[in-house]
């Protein structure tokens, strides 16, 4: 199994709260990405990251903003968390090169905004 | 605009009734599609990669084959531990954001 640690597993917060949630990675991939997953929408991306300090948005980046400052680890914040922000979050690496495209992903967070 | 359609959302099979899973997409230019298997709880886990059209993968009772405009996901004499949601997904030429359709979650009965 890819290395990939995503910390916390389980996070219950108010709304108007910050948040940061931590993918670790052990694999010394270059690209890093974070997923949310909800019912009827499947993974949607929010931002990735192709290297240390560049970073990338996705589809649906409003409200959240990354930071990657070692190869390892990539965070995710949720600056001031809604309600509409309560999911599960998928951080997920790829070495990014021709024939090595394909994702692995962590074992997930489940994050409940109240 | 690129996307990824999968069919059905959902699907119940006897064990051993052979089905299969389709992905539709729409890219302007293909790097790889992807099949991913996820349980309950769990992170999706990688199955194939299928670069070109007329491509085909087997691991076990799965087999994944790609055209022009879908991908397939044939299952086999399914067994119960078979049961899982399957995502499909798109690298798209010149980009590294991959998209993900909805899924189609498959249960096979004892």
């Known amino acids: 199994d890819a290395g990939i640690t995503q910390s916390p597993r389980h996070k219950v917060t108010e709304t108007g709260t910050p948040v940061t949630l931590r993918c670790h990675q052990t694999?010394?991939?270059?690209?890093m990405y974070w997923y949310r997953q909800d019912p009827g929408h499947g993974l949607r991306l929010i931002h990735y990251?192709?290297?240390?300090?560049?970073?990338d948005k996705g589809e649906v980046s409003d409200g959240y903003s990354v930071s990657r400052s070692k190869t390892e680890d990539f965070l995710l914040t949720l600056e001031s968390a809604t309600s509409s922000q309560t999911s599960v979050y998928f951080c997920?690496?790829?070495?990014?090169?021709?024939?090595?495209?394909?994702?692995?992903f962590g074992s997930g967070t489940q994050l409940s905004v109240l | 605009e690129d996307q990824v359609t999968q069919s059905p959302e959902a699907l119940r099979l006897q064990e051993g009734e052979s089905s299969s899973l389709n992905c539709s997409y729409t890219v302007s230019g293909l790097r790889g599609l992807f099949w991913y298997r996820q349980d309950p709880g769990k992170g999706p886990e990688f199955l194939f990669t299928?670069?070109?059209a007329g491509e085909e993968k087997e691991k076990e009772r799965l087999k994944a084959t790609l055209t022009k405009k879908e991908s397939f996901l044939h299952i086999t004499a399914p067994k119960p531990e078979d049961s899982a949601t399957y995502l499909c997904?798109?690298?798209?030429?010149?980009?590294?954001?991959?998209?993900f359709g909805t899924g189609t979650r498959l249960k096979v009965l004892a």
């Open positions: 997904a798109v690298l798209p030429s010149g980009t590294y954001k991959y998209i």
């Open positions: 990251s192709y290297g240390v300090k560049d970073t």
């Open positions: 997920a690496i790829s070495e990014g090169e021709q024939g090595l495209w394909k994702l692995f």
């Open positions: 299928l670069y070109s």
């Open positions: 694999e010394n991939h270059r690209y």
